[in-house]
């Protein structure tokens, strides 16, 4: 790994907590050593000095759902996890949960050993935080893409090996089904996040679920019921509970463009974007895989032969570039959104989601018009124009 000193100036940095407008930003070993007003910071002797004039820093972006891209699928085979990672930085991603959904639990297990051996030598890319699991516990009646040959009942037993240590960091399930509470008691001892989706229940078993501990709402308003003004449901409950966390596929397909507005107003910096991405992502028009499913995929969406939506095309970059178009947000009001709020959520606060000495350094350099023009991870330039 090049441990050489990177020192990034002349340019607007968003921290997020201020805008500066001739910034500067200094790594060194993989750390933020130093960032501010560039009068402030001076390069010492032997860094690699960056002029980044024109172009504004942000701290590097997480996924929390990804379950593939440039024609790989991680469910179908996880050792894909790599190469997709080497290639998420364009779209600015420095950070992300590779998503397995419904599957057989040795999948699951399979993928868990593919993070544990680590990344190929040499490679440089979006770091894996953990697995995302999607499913197996779900409802069938909202099932969307997850095959039901595989859905399980909730059991203690079938996460006897899930843990933070082990490589999992968020769980989907459908909090209504029996066992469900007492699953999610048992994660979230264990460090892993548990998250409401692919379900039908009620407001009154959504708040028992966050009682439990579940945090995180996958996917909001997909796969759950409507949000109907009487029987709020699920989506109600999420968007209500100020202890959750809310995800959101802002491809303007998944919700309208109305409702992601509506959404973000009232779970503010509660909200978090995802791209529920698939193996298309990055890829032409086509069949793709997505688990045990084949999927018609166009420049805008992804659907099963039933039309069913199946995960979709979006990058993270465009579902931050979406969320200020239809809200009419800012960069810095956009940004918590794919940064700040998914390092809370994990317990990764204090190094990941923000431009501060000690942090990691994830950055990206955005254009004047918001596209990725640098991406760096952990101190070393993954992706350049």
């Not at 997850?146 to 009942?153: A, C, K, S, V």
């Not at 993270?316 to 940004?335: V, Y």
């Not at 959104?337 to 000495?357: E, F, S, Y």
């Not at 350099?365 to 991870?377: M, R």
Request: net charge negative.
């Amino acid at each position: 790994m090049v441990e050489a000193m990177l020192y990034l100036e002349r340019a607007t940095l968003i921290t997020p907590e201020e805008t500066i407008a001739d910034g500067a930003v200094l790594v060194e070993a993989g750390r933020i050593r130093a960032a501010g007003p560039r009068h402030t910071i001076r390069p010492p002797a032997g860094a690699q000095v960056v002029d980044a004039a024109g172009l504004t820093v942000v701290p590097g972006f997480i996924d929390l759902q990804c379950n593939g891209g440039f024609g790989h699928d991680f469910t179908h085979d996880p050792a894909t996890i790599w190469p997709v990672s080497a290639r998420l930085p364009q779209y600015g991603v420095t950070a992300f949960l590779p998503t397995i959904i419904t599957s057989p639990l040795a999948t699951i297990v399979q993928a868990q050993a593919i993070l544990a051996q680590g990344p190929p030598a040499g490679l440089v890319g979006a770091w894996p935080l953990g697995l995302h699991l999607e499913g197996p516990f779900l409802n069938p009646a909202k099932k969307g893409a997850h095959n039901p040959i595989h859905l399980r009942p909730p059991a203690l037993a079938a996460v006897a090996g899930w843990s933070a240590g082990q490589e999992v960091r968020l769980v989907t399930l459908a909090p209504e089904l029996p066992g469900a509470l007492e699953l999610v008691a048992a994660l979230v001892a264990r460090g892993v996040v548990a998250s409401a989706g692919h379900s039908l229940a009620s407001y009154e078993e959504a708040q028992a679920a966050f009682d439990a501990g579940v945090r995180y709402g996958t996917h909001l308003f997909n796969a759950m019921p409507a949000l109907h003004h009487r029987e709020i449901g699920l989506p109600g409950a999420l968007l209500d509970d100020e202890r959750v966390t809310v995800g959101l596929i802002a491809d303007g397909v998944h919700v309208h463009p109305a409702l992601v507005k509506l959404a973000w107003r009232a779970a503010g910096g509660r909200l978090n974007l995802v791209t529920d991405a698939m193996a298309a992502l990055g890829m032409p028009p086509g069949r793709y895989e997505l688990g045990t499913f084949t999927v018609t995929v166009t420049e805008q969406e992804s659907r099963l032969d039933d039309g069913t939506l199946a995960g979709s095309v979006l990058s993270l970059d465009a579902a931050m570039r979406n969320l200020m178009a239809f809200t009419g947000c800012s960069l810095a009001e956009a940004l918590p959104g794919v940064t700040t709020t998914p390092a809370a959520l994990l317990g990764l606060g204090q190094r990941k989601g923000r431009i501060a000495p000690g942090y990691d350094a994830d950055l990206v350099l955005l254009t004047p018009e918001h596209q990725v023009a640098v991406t760096i991870v952990a101190g070393q330039v993954a992706y350049s124009l």
